[in-house]
């Protein structure tokens, strides 16, 4: 069951990926920069860095879409929610004296034509940074870091559940 969900995950993320090519242009930033590293050992800075930048991904696409529909849920609600994840990553970087990553958010920000459409972009990307948090806990993570990436994890959890209850309703 759990090879058929990461199967169905991978098909998902490569048809947002090839649907709308900003995801791809951002190709080396937040989970979507993670994934390219696959292949390598990932440090502190660069699992911190990567976690920053898809929480900016995640506030900045949230931003537009209220932006172009208005404020709806699940994004009002959401998008408080990256803010908290992003306050909680910042402290990081000062404590282990790393630089924050530049806010590119609104910019690799992936709109879709319909409101509607919204929630299987919003889907894609949650199933991407809980596979990006569950390699980065694999890691030896100091304790603080670790603790702020099951928090970050299990919040994609309940986002994901919140798009996908919503993607039903369309």
Known sequence: ??????????????WVIVCFPSIAAAGGYGAAGAQNEVDKVLTLESMLSYA???EYLA????QEVIRTFGGQKPFTNIIKAEERH???????FERYGFALP??????????PASYAETFPVGVA??????EMY????????????RDVFVR????????????QKWQNKF
């Open 102 to 111: 530049v806010d590119r958010g609104v910019e690799s920000a992936v709109m």
């Open 86 to 92: 992003i306050s909680w990553l910042e402290p990081l």
């Open 59 to 62: 506030r900045g696409e949230y």
């Open 52 to 54: 920053l930048e898809d």
């Open 134 to 145: 569950e390699r980065f806990l694999k890691q030896d993570l100091p304790s603080d870091v």
């Open 1 to 14: 069951m759990k090879s058929v969900k990461l199967w169905l995950s991978g098909v998902l993320v490569s």
């Open 125 to 130: 990307a949650e199933v991407a940074n809980i």
């Open 152 to 163: 970050l994890h299990d919040a994609s959890e309940n986002h994901l559940a919140a798009f």
